[in-house]
Structures are given as C-alpha cells and as structure tokens.
C-alpha cells in the first residue's frame, strides 16, 4: 500500500512540475506573433509590418495582464491560465494611431475582433501556438 502512495505522489509531482515549468516558460519569455491562420486563411507577418521594437510581440506583464502591441499601436489585455488552456478578455488599443498598410490593417483586425476568443496554448521550446475556433496565432521566442 505504501508503494502504491509513493507512486501516486511521485507521479503528481512530476505532472505539477510539468505544468509549472511550461508556465514559466511562457510568462517568462517574449513572444514574435509570426503567422495568423484565421477562417482557411493564413497570413505570414512580413517585416515591414513590424513598425516598432514592439510590434507583434506578447509580453506577460503579471499574473493577469498581458501586452501584444499591434502594428503601431500599445494593446493590452487580461489572462487567465489553467493547465493548457488560457483566457483572454479585454483586449483593446491603448493608443490610436492609424496605418495604410493592407497587412497591418488586417492583422490589426483580426488580432482586435478574435483574440478574445483563444481557448488554448501549445508550447515548445521555440513556438507558441494559441488558438481557438477558427483562429490560430503562431509565435516564435524573442
């Protein structure tokens, strides 16, 4: 019975630390949003579209609020993160600059009317995907 214990314990310590250190790995790093995929559409974030230091990148500020700037403009938001699945809310711009840019429009957009919508994460050494229903936000370390 006591090796039974023993098992129990040792595998839930291996599953938290797992679940922790995926977490820090995600909170602790900023991420390049690359490539959106949105409703059969994907869309490769060319360079020009990165306008600032600050572009396109996600950066945890705490344990609740988030940053991913769009093209020109500071945008924020909240989170929540359960095991593999994260909350988003009230993504909004700070600021209201405008851009012509087709690219930066649409990103803009998408990233304004859907990010909301995220559900889950996947994480690698490298990448980060988050998705919900018909959206797919690809980033990559920085």
């Not at 988030?66 to 500071?74: A, E, G, R, Y």
């Not at 851009?99 to 957009?109: A, F, G, H, R, W």
């Not at 995220?118 to 490298?126: A, S």
């Amino acid at each position: 019975m006591k090796k039974i214990i023993n098992s129990i314990f040792i595998i839930l310590c291996i599953c938290c630390t797992n679940d922790e250190t995926i977490q820090n790995d995600l909170l602790s790093n900023n991420w390049k949003l690359t490539s959106i995929k949105f409703e059969n559409e994907t869309i490769n974030i060319s360079e020009e579209s990165y306008v600032k230091n600050l572009s396109y990148i996600l950066r945890f500020s705490n344990d609740t609020v988030f940053f991913l700037d769009t093209s020109v403009n500071t945008a924020r938001g909240i989170y929540n993160i359960q095991n593999q699945n994260i909350a988003i809310k009230d993504y909004q711009e700070l600021t209201e600059v405008g851009t012509i840019n087709l690219e930066q429009i649409s990103v803009n957009s998408i990233l304004l009317s859907n990010l909301n919508k995220v559900d889950n994460f996947n994480i690698n050494k490298e990448n980060l995907i988050i998705y919900g229903e018909n959206i797919e936000l690809i980033f990559k370390k920085n």
